[in-house]
């Protein structure tokens, strides 16, 4: 239940707005009765409403297509009228923040404990949840990358470890591609614009300057751009757009890859047969280490909620190490609450313990308005270009470089 602020957002465009939401905030009517109404994002609509159906709160769960949340925040936000409760991909944040879509909450935390940041691992409450030193969201579910091998074809191949660096991954996924026809080594997801960044934070490097602004044009960006390219061509990676991560890793056709916990999930389920004859493994390392990405999403409050009271009373529900918990039983997806991650029975599988020793090095991309859109495609972009068209590397990158140098 919404109440509408057409006088102050009519017309409003999503990129570039800064709104004076506290000036929203301060005209806010009494709670209102009725259920809350919770964007949820993909298709996880139906495991949130079994998660809450216990919480003694009514709530209307909408499952939101991450492809349509761009149109749909901008009506809403044209309209004011949108949800009580939003999930925010972490790299939409600054995004959903300068539209003015959610409600400061420092002044709300001090009533609800199970919200304070030291509840949060160490880094994650601030670098992930605050857009201009504002708390706008809570942790609500943790992902991180590793990588996954299947430990009984590098073994049959001469393999006997999954690889620990970079270089080694390269050089194992050459030896996986010469078993045939059809055989990789390994896999690069086309629309995963953090790898190339998990890489080039591996070398040792940063995609943000000394002043905050976005810079790629790097050294460790161009060792980064050699390990990419040269795993294409090397023929090591499939480059059919629509290929399946899983289906290409339960097949073996691609026995190595990079992805979150919710690909264990799925090899579990669909493959059970495959038990003990894959793993995960913490991502490779460079110079810089083995630094993965802290992903996932947050939990943020619509700015005229007219029911902010029972909004906060469900944030610090599903932020309770059960729900927490619970919530990876249903959909794979790790707790972002320091008790949940480290409770013994979760950590109980290797795998997991992987998934959560991983977080300890995960760091988050920079909170950048419109990441997605200008840095995360045009990133795509110039390395698809490359390998997928031949495309000139230093005229891709130079493009890349001009249209994304100085964003903040």
Known sequence: MKRTATSVLAGIAITGLAL??????????????????????????????????????????VAIPWDSIDEKLTTAVASGSGPDILE????????????????????????????????????????????????????????????????????????????????????????????????????????????????TWSMGGEVIDADGNVDFDTPEFADAVDLYTGLYADGSVPTNSDFDQQQGFISGIAPMIVSGPYLGKGISDA?????????????????????????GSNLG?????????????????????????????????????????????????????????????ARVLPIVANWDGVVGTGLLNALNAIVLTGADRDSSLATFYDATKGLK
Do not use: H
């Open 271 to 295: 493959a059970p047969e495959l038990d003990g004859k894959w793993q995960a493994s913490p991502l490779p390392s460079g110079d810089g280490g083995s630094v993965s990405l802290f992903a």
């Open 88 to 199: 925010i991909g972490l790299s939409k944040l600054a995004t959903f923040a300068a539209a003015g879509a959610l409600l400061p909450l420092d002044d709300e935390l001090a009533n609800y404990p199970g919200l304070a940041p030291e509840n949060f691992p160490a880094g994650v409450a601030g670098a992930s949840t605050a857009v201009d030193g504002k708390i706008v969201s809570i942790p609500w579910s943790s992902d991180t990358r590793v990588l996954f091998t299947r430990t009984d074809i590098l073994a049959e191949n001469g393999i006997d470890a999954p690889p620990a660096t970079w270089d080694e991954l390269r050089a194992d996924a050459k030896t996986l591609t010469a078993r045939g026809d059809g055989q990789y080594g390994y896999y690069i997801p086309q629309w995963d614009a953090p790898l190339p960044i998990e890489m």
């Open 20 to 61: 004076g939401v506290s000036g929203c905030a301060a005209q806010a009517p009494a709670e209102a009765e009725g259920p809350l109404t919770v964007w949820v994002m993909g298709d996880s609509g139906e495991n949130f409403q079994k998660l809450v159906a216990d919480s003694g709160i009514d709530v209307d769960v």
């Open 301 to 361: 409050v619509w700015y005229n909620t007219d029911q902010k009271d029972a909004s906060l009373k469900l944030l610090e529900y599903v932020s309770q190490p059960e729900q927490q918990l619970a919530w990876y039983g249903l959909t794979g997806a790790l707790p972002t609450v320091n008790a949940a991650l480290a409770d013994a029975t979760l950590n109980s599988d290797p795998n997991v313990k992987v998934y959560t020793d991983q977080l300890a090095t």
